[in-house]
């Protein structure tokens, strides 16, 4: 049986290769481009010698911060490719090789000699790092630090105390497209097939970056092959084959070679996370502490928001929510599925379970126990918040209630077996954005955003919300999307999307529906267009928190003789406003769920101290999960009527399935062998000799 | 001397046409689908045969082809992603991935199908994988069935970061049951 909701409108061109991605077009005189990273960790390129680059047969320009096009100044220091000598970490950008094949173009960037001077570099994190500091802000515009009542003193005379801390290596997205541009200058317009999240974002960087009007830019990002958050500002890759085309005054395509991606695209930092929960005998928590240490790099700051979620998920009268970085020589860390969320609760949602066995209550009970009608940091009510149903009726589907919660009290031959579980929260954002609808005489609809499908299924999603709002059945409305050409929208982040153009694609079709009215229900032959803008429509301090909330409950098995863990069962239920594609949405939350797996067991990445790099850079050494690692993951969820959210009454969904995941799986490893993993990922080492019997 | 020659005529039979292409001696047989066929549905996720995206039949047999120089492989015969449907007619595979949503992105989808009809192919001429219990696997060629752990083993060579396995693993079985 097939979840139902409609199919994706784009599904037919995916399933026969014709769907067309960012490195697909192919103008007439194209040139490939292939770029050339640093190779020391910290210093300046002394100089490039290009010499041998450009004796390549079918060689056309070796770009470097020499001759390359000047930018503007821009807030994202990223952007500011082949500007100056500087290299602030290893494998940032120092040339680019453009050739007639993508063949010759490799060669010449393995030809080219760059000389650099290097310097002493640090690329190490450590909570004691003399660099520290507190940064006011941290992602996404949230304050870095808050303080509420008395933490130390409620914490000192908690009964119950649990003090942890959860460590966990640097994460990469490594989406299944690589980051690639086509872009091509005509008369002084600049055309750019991108793979991004959202092609207004990279249309005003790169009005910025070039220094013209934006109606002189058009961005095109009909089909993305993931982005997960590492597509979702622009990348180095559309400004440096902007420059190459300029500079060669040919179309020229850069698809970035997956081994570069990791210092070049941004990656989920580092993070130390101590965590100190003081309750009372009932394991009601009276203090709370969250205190996150990570780092950025010296090009652009980014402050993972780990911290976030402990402000609004528990009862916390007494609490401190604070993030400390260090700017350190490695690549910019950037967004990653549920930046902040994430970890966060990873590191909250394990000392959680840390606390239910302290206290001697059940983990899942101890949740409804702390639950808050109001979010605790803003004191706000929630516009909708049904944690308690997910966490039942999850206890529910998954059997729960029959758990023995001695740890090491189910074996099955020599393999140990364990049930954990854990909240997941994500907020909900909205942000401005416009549409346009269109009706012919004969009663055919268009619908033009620049929404982004990068896998989420937003094309379908916005015809959904078109076809309702419209009272139309489906196959009437047509959907343009993914390109700057069209109005303006936000991007695919966030889980801000489907609200965000929604809301817009809803508004314009009200809007029709009162102009038709107005003419007594006819359309004249050339048809009417309706638009809308949300941009005064989103209150900036709305009177309610508003977030999605969920449970996931993990079974799995760790064999005592190799240490490995399997995840055997995943069940998660989600309350997450109106689900608005029953199909489309089940695939995101399992999608998030599957992520959280690998975040759990298997992706983790090393920082070299001597290079400056990260080991892993591949998919061979980064490894995600795959087919043999995934199954018995369900999704379930609660229908949610929040009428304060949007005019559809729907929450984002793109990111919470990945919330809380690596938790229930720690907590089962907990259960299952006795031994608390707090270091992601639990690879085999952190249990063998670790009391699981084997060695 | 001569400088040595860089460039060979290589033919290629690709979805049922025969095609001869002037290619450097570096040019993968991916690259040569993309580039200069402009058949752009088998994918370059990783170029490095780690990810699967780029997987097409050759000669029968699923191969990554971004590790097979052309050049290597004249006179082979390609079925890529294109070549499954007929006409207007999708594969019973393409239509059990639309119906059962086994993809979200779709960078994957190309490498996933050409891999299932592979795979499929192979457990049907009694190729065991490692899950295949050593019974089974001793009567070979008797065709394998493909069970969901068979499928998900055998299909472990072709990742999806979106995480759409368990609908694919679903598709799959649509197929084959």
Same mark, same amino acid.
């Given at each position: ?325 260090? !700017?350190?020589? $490695? ?6 599925? *549920?930046? @902040?969320? /994430?970890?966060?609760?990873? =590191?909250? &949602? ?107 299924? !937003?094309?379908? $999603? ?6 309702? *709002?419209? @009272?139309? /059945?489906?196959?009437?409305? =047509?959907? &343009? ?118 975040? *759990? ?95 | ?177």
């Amino acid at each position: 049986m097939s979840t139902p909701g409609p199919v994706r409108l784009e599904g037919r061109e995916k399933v026969t290769g014709t769907a067309r991605y960012a490195a697909e077009h192919m103008p007439p005189g194209m040139a490939y481009a292939w770029p050339v990273p640093a190779a020391v960790p910290r210093g300046r390129v002394v100089a490039i010698d290009a010499g041998a680059a450009l004796a390549e047969p079918g060689a056309v320009a070796v770009l470097t911060h020499e001759n390359a096009p000047r930018l503007k100044e821009t807030d994202d220091g990223a952007l500011l490719v082949l500007q100056n000598d500087r290299v602030p970490h290893r494998g940032w950008y120092v040339a680019l090789a453009v050739a007639e094949t993508p063949e010759a173009a490799r060669a010449m960037a393995a030809a080219v000699r760059v000389s650099y001077a290097p310097e002493e570099h640090d690329v190490v994190l450590t909570p004691g790092h003399p660099r520290l500091f507190a940064p006011d802000v941290v992602n996404p515009g949230i304050p870095g630090s808050r303080e509420r009542g008395d933490f130390d003193s409620a914490y000192a005379s908690a009964p119950v105390r649990v003090d942890a801390t959860y460590t966990m290596r640097a994460l990469h997205n490594h989406p299944m497209e690589p980051h690639a541009t086509t872009a091509r200058w005509e008369d002084g317009r600049l055309v750019a097939y991108d793979s991004c999240q959202g092609a207004n974002a990279v249309q005003e960087a790169l009005a910025g970056l070039f220094g013209m009007d934006k109606e002189r830019i058009t961005v095109v990002a009909e089909h993305v092959g993931g982005g997960f958050g590492c597509k979702g500002t622009p990348r180095p890759q559309v400004v440096l084959a902007a420059m190459a085309a300029r500079h060669t005054s040919r179309p020229v395509r850069l698809v970035l070679p997956r081994a570069q991606l990791a210092a070049i695209v941004g990656h989920r930092a580092p993070l130390v996370q101590r965590v100190r929960l003081g309750a009372g005998e009932d394991g009601e928590i009276t203090a709370l502490a969250h205190e996150v240490t990570t780092q950025t790099s010296t090009v652009r700051e980014f402050v993972e928001q780990a911290a976030a979620p402990s402000r609004a998920m528990y009862v916390s009268p007494n609490s401190r929510t604070t993030h400390r970085v260090v !700017a350190l020589d $490695v690549p910019s860390p950037s967004w990653m599925r *549920a930046p @902040g969320e /994430a970890p966060g609760m990873f =590191a909250l &949602e394990c000392a959680m379970d840390e606390l239910a066995y302290a206290a001697g209550v059940d983990p899942v009970e101890l949740r409804v126990r702390n639950d808050s009608a109001a979010e605790p940091d803003s004191g706000k009510p929630y516009s909708s918040r049904h944690l308690v149903e997910c966490l039942r009726e999850g206890a529910r589907r998954f059997g729960w209630d029959t758990r023995d919660p001695r740890p090491r009290s189910r074996a099955e031959g020599r393999l140990l077996v364990g049930t954990g579980a854990a909240s997941s929260c994500y907020p909900v954002f909205h942000m401005p954005s416009s549409a346009e609808v269109h009706v012919t005489e004969a009663g055919r609809y268009r619908v033009r955003i620049n929404a982004t499908d990068i896998g989420t299924g !937003a094309r379908t $999603v916005v015809a959904v919300i078109a076809a309702e *709002a419209l @009272g139309v /059945a489906l196959d009437r409305v =047509a959907i &343009e999307i993914g390109s700057s050409d069209l109005p303006a929208a936000w991007l695919a982040g966030g889980s801000g999307g489907t609200g965000s153009w929604g809301w817009a694609v809803h508004k314009a079709c009200r809007a029709l529906i009162e102009m038709v009215e107005g003419r007594g229900g006819t359309v004249p032959p050339g048809g009417l267009t309706a638009t809308a803008d949300t941009t005064g429509d989103i209150p900036s301090d709305p009177p309610h928190a508003m977030a999605s909330f969920g449970a996931q409950f993990a079974e799995v098995t760790v064999d005592t003789d190799t240490g490995e863990v399997r995840v055997r069962r995943l069940l998660g239920v989600f309350a997450a406003g109106r689900i608005l594609n029953a199909r489309t949405a089940r695939s995101q939350f399992i999608g998030g769920m599957t992520m959280g797996v690998g975040m *759990a067991l298997l992706e983790g990445s090393t920082m070299d101290p001597r290079f400056g790099d990260f080991a892993e850079r591949d998919l061979a050494s980064y490894h995600v999960p795959t087919h043999a690692d995934i199954h018995g993951i369900e999704a379930h969820w609660i229908d949610e009527t929040d009428p304060v959210l949007n005019p559809m009454g729907s929450k984002g969904i793109g990111e919470i399935g990945i919330v809380g995941t690596a938790a229930a799986v720690a907590n089962a490893v907990h259960h299952a062998t006795g031994v608390r993993v707090r270091d992601l990922p639990i690879t085999p080492e952190k249990l063998l000799g670790g009391g699981t019997g084997a060695g | 001397m001569e400088p040595p020659e860089t460039t060979s005529t290589v033919t290629l039979r690709v979805n049922g046409v025969q095609h001869s292409l002037d290619l450097d001696h570096r040019t993968t047989v991916l690259d040569a689908l993309r580039e200069h066929l402009g058949l752009t549905g088998a994918k370059k996720g990783c170029d490095h045969a780690q990810c699967g995206a780029c997987t097409v039949l050759v000669d029968g047999r699923r191969t990554n082809s971004c590790l097979l120089l052309a050049v290597a492989h004249d006179g082979a015969e390609v079925t890529t992603v294109e070549g499954l449907a007929e006409g207007d007619a999708l594969h019973p595979l393409q239509a059990a991935f639309l119906e059962r949503d086994g993809f979200q992105c779709g960078y994957c989808t190309p490498g996933q199908l050409c891999s299932a009809l592979g795979m499929i192919a192979e457990a049907g001429a009694g190729a065991p994988s490692l899950v295949t219990p050593p019974a089974e696997a001793a009567l070979s060629p008797a065709p394998v069935p493909l069970s969901p752990e068979e499928i998900r083993e055998r299909m472990s060579g072709n990742l999806c970061r979106c995480g759409a396995y368990g609908n694919i693993v679903a598709a799959i079985e649509d197929v084959t049951r």
